[in-house]
């Protein structure tokens, strides 16, 4: 079977959508491949437990950039929105902030709250513009590139002298010092520590986590909702919008290789052996895959090639669902709070210290956990009178001593069960069911090469201009008509549809050339 | 009470440095020493008789070679021996040394791995690539990026157009080095874990941050762009010890009429309406002059030596948070004589003439960092072991031998309290057992050691924590933000005082360049001919 398109997309993941309907609204043919029987890739909600449903891997939205649902005239339906994030105490001192105001702390933090917040949106409000278009390259002479330097020179500058140089200074800093500097509060110090690490591999006094936040806040504020019907529904949305754009999706459909001929892609063979043509492949799959699987070492420069087996993309991050008959007692907390996002996280010295062992191959003893009750606001993911929990659970490291052997995954949920104990004793008698995926378990489920959230770590020498590789950071791969448009390209992961977006804009434009 | 045209707090090589500079336009200077020897960090001092002690600083290979040729400083007795390269022994009593003769280095590599001995070509290439860049910049003072000064602007441009010259694919190169963490720089090379761990102790020295923390790979760039008589990333003894390194520069001070007071400590800078008029000692003499320039670290300088309501708010703020952390120690040994190394073929030139590491995988490197983190010494650490007696025999009687141990990591601090007399005990019994494991004749054959924990280094030498960089070199603190941005031109915020210690730009590691930087800065505002050579004759 032979069949002819302008484009064709591989991976149904929240940016492979994003890219391929605004293809198709610009009046390209363009066809979809997802291997899994669903789409969505690793934003998608399933059945975990009979009747219980949860969000399998990402399970927030705080990072959807509002150019995408603007220019896809998105509409979702949110469970809950403006969540607050409540810090766990083993007491029921929680500390709970939303927005800029933070409780639960005394007057000198909250103020400093307030003006921390206020700098660090500003901040992220810079970064945003250039978050949302191809990265310009460095060192030529094109007038295009030289622009948007300039521009970006000219943004840093407009923010006034002292501002300036606080962002010079901040941008390569670890949250911990500057947390440390202004905070007196334990819990919040740990909560922010969280938010600057979470599906990295960073502890808090790592250099490079005050990016990590403000990458964080550069979709909205850091506003977080939840959508209903989990994240599926997110991209069940988007795949709605892509098919009435014209674009066809084809799940249980795995690329096994993208065809080329001279140095060009020609399109994609499927693993029973269907091959689809197209002058444009793009692939939402990560950069490892695509480059060294579906395309092959040897079709690429050596170079290139040793560029995109450094990418570090080793992932940290287990996720964790339970089914509850009945949801846990906390202390102090009232039947909204349940409803909110829960952080494990008592100080920054506990988030540091979770971090150790994953430098040498370990699991956490402790974890920091980042926890939401989704069903308390949608009572479509469990049946009536259960309750589910969805977690992600740090550090979980991916090359693990063990490679996760079954010692190893059952040492990981006695320390998730023992921390979770301290802050909900009666949590046992309340399980039904339990699912713990660790970064192996993702990459094997999501294909996602070293089970990694974010496609490839979200540090310095991996952002902008070198996301993923040095000199390949505008979408194009250095093989003619073959594009990337997933979050191992510019900027980063979340479900934030920024790389699908700019992915689109680059590829239209070199059409109408 | 005497008058001067500029005084200069602490007699460090910075500030010796910056006075002999001053001296050399004609100024009437006077360089202040608290103690009663000069040199600050960089000393040779007799600490058991007959011996001498480099017990602080210990190794020379940063100093500018422009300085050292434009204040002929081998004219007052400095002379630098380079040495041989570097030994680290591993736990199945194997060894893996450097060399700086490729040759050697080629086949050495290639005795543990085939493939990272071919790296090695490309390894050393990109790392002097990305030295050949820093090196423009160390005699430069680095432009403020939120000025529209036309010097700041003009010498933005400059360092813009550097920038270009490496062409696209370098620049994304040097753009990732200056962010990455020593590990995973080395990850992109190398395979075996003892290779990578040779290397990656360049990344950490000096520094409270791990190897595999972002940005150590920067910090082993500031042990890389040194050189002994022009070749790059050679290290060297200064012959008679660090002081000679001081006592040289004192040289220069006096022969430009200059003058050097020891035991003469500051208590107070002297202001009046925002603007320097002198300083107080504590014996409670005054001295007056219209420039004050000091060689200690903005901490001691801006906290401990001025009142808080003559400084701008923010800025004071900004010197408060300035990160100088005590991350290293350092053991000082007189030896019987030379110890024996059985894992080293017989009559191995690597024996005292080499940096020996006795630590052997990434993983025990950042296990090292853990104990600092938890507020204690690393019980396996880092140690950067050299014995420049067997190069310089002026150090101590023939036959016997000085050895000097630089430890990573070792705090200021015990768990946020001072150090105990047992804790102090248990610090040198880590370092020393660590080196028997390696040396079985090595504990019969000292004969003093002294130790010393940051904290003694503070108390000594003035350095807050004890800190060799005079603050962390991470990003925040580098360049246009160091030690303060707004404040990264040698300037402080009051009329005619100025900084001229590490804690400035480029930073520590007796590179007599804050110091040199500083007096260019400060014969500008005197509209005097500057005395300060700027452009590098050796690249």
Known sequence: MIDKYDAIVIGAGHNGLVCSALLAKAGKKVLVLEANNQVGGAAITREFAEGYSASACAHLLYQLQPQVEKDLNLNLKLASKNMSTIVLSKGSEHVSYCGSKVTGVNDSDQKNFEEFTKRMTKFADLLKPYLNKAPPRLGTKNKKDLFTLAMLGFDLRRMGQVEMREFLRLIGMNIYDELDERFENPLLKGGLSLDSVLGTHLGPRSPNTILTYLYRMAGKHGEISLPEGGMGSVSKALSDCAEAAGVEIKTNAQVKKVLLAKGAATGVELNDGTVYNSEIVVSNADPKKTMLELVGARNVETRFTHRVDNIRMKGNAAKLHIALNKLPTIKGFSDADYGQRILIAPDESYVEKAFNPAKYRKSSPQPIMEITFPSVNDDSLAPSGGHVMSAIVQYAPYKHKSDWNEEARNNFKNAIYNVLKQYMPDIESCIHAMELLTPVDLENEFHITGGHWHHGEFTLDQFMFVRPVAGSAQYQMPIDGLYLCGAGSHPGGGISGASGRNAAQVILKKGNK | ?539
């Open chain 2, 1 to 539: 009470m005497k008058k001067y045209d500029a005084i200069v707090i602490g007699a460090g090589h910075n500030g010796l440095a910056n006075a002999a500079f001053l001296a050399k336009a004609g100024l009437n200077v006077v360089c202040l020493e608290k103690n009663d020897y000069i040199g600050g960090a960089a000393v040779s001092r007799e600490l058991y008789k007959d011996w001498k002690y480099s017990n602080c600083s210990y190794v020379c290979s940063l100093l500018r070679p422009e300085i050292y040729r434009d204040l002929e400083l081998h004219k007052h007795g400095l002379q630098v021996t380079p040495y041989g390269g570097s030994v680290q022994f591993m736990e199945n009593g194997d060894y893996f040394a450097s060399y700086h003769d490729p040759e050697a280095a080629h086949r050495e590599i290639a005795r543990h791995s085939k493939h990272d001995a071919d790296a090695y070509t490309r390894y050393s290439t990109d790392t002097m690539r990305q030295c050949r860049l820093i090196r423009d910049f160390l005699l430069r003072t680095a432009p403020d990026p939120t000025s529209f000064k036309p010097k700041d602007i003009k010498e933005l441009i400059l360092l813009g157009n550097k920038f270009l010259e490496l062409g696209e694919d370098r620049l994304y190169e040097t753009l990732r080095f200056w962010t990455m963490s020593v590990a995973d720089y080395l990850d992109e090379y190398f395979e075996k874990d003892v290779v990578k761990t040779a290397f990656s102790g360049s990344g950490i020295i000096g520094t409270a941050l791990g190897i595999h923390s972002p940005g150590t790979a920067y910090v082993l760039l500031h042990h890389y762009m040194g050189d002994v008589d022009g070749n790059v990333g050679t290290w060297g003894f200064a012959r008679g010890g660090m002081g000679a390194v001081s006592d040289s520069l004192a040289g220069a001070v006096q022969a430009y009429g200059g003058e050097v007071r020891s035991e003469a400590g500051v208590d107070q800078i002297i202001v009046k309406h925002n603007r320097v008029k002198g300083v107080a000692l504590e014996n409670g003499e005054e001295i007056y002059a219209p420039v004050v320039v000091s060689n200690m670290d903005v901490k001691r300088t801006f906290l401990n030596c001025m009142d808080e309501k003559d400084l701008p708010e923010n800025f004071y703020k900004r010197v408060k948070n300035f990160k100088i952390r005590g991350s290293s120690g350092k053991l000082n040994i007189a030896l019987d004589g030379m110890p024996t190394f059985p894992a080293l073929p017989k009559g191995s030139e690597l024996i005292g003439n080499a940096d020996m590491h006795f630590i052997d995988s990434m993983e025990r490197m950042e296990l090292a960092y853990d104990d600092w983190k938890d507020g204690t010494w690393s019980k396996d650490p880092y140690i950067d072991c050299t014995i420049p007696s067997a190069v310089d025999p002026t150090m101590t009687p023939p036959g016997k031998h000085f050895m000097s141990c630089f430890v990573q990591y070792c705090p200021a601090q015990i768990e946020g309290r001072a150090w105990t007399s047992e804790e102090r005990d248990g610090f040198t019994k880590s370092v020393i057992d660590q080196i028997s494991n390696y040396s079985p004749d090595f504990k019969d054959l000292i004969l003093h050691v002294e130790t010393r924990t940051p904290q003694d280094i503070e108390d000594q030498i003035g350095i807050t924590e004890g800190n060799i960089f005079h603050g962390e070199l991470t990003m925040d603190q580098l360049l246009f933000n160091r030690p303060v941005p707004g404040y990264a031109q040698y300037r402080a915020p009051v009329n005619g005082l100025y900084m001229c210690g590490s804690s400035t730009h480029p930073g520590g590691g007796v590179m007599a360049a804050p110091g040199a930087n500083a007096a260019r800065e400060i014969l500008y505002d005197l509209k005097l001919k500057n005395t300060v050579p700027e452009n590098f004759g050796d690249d």
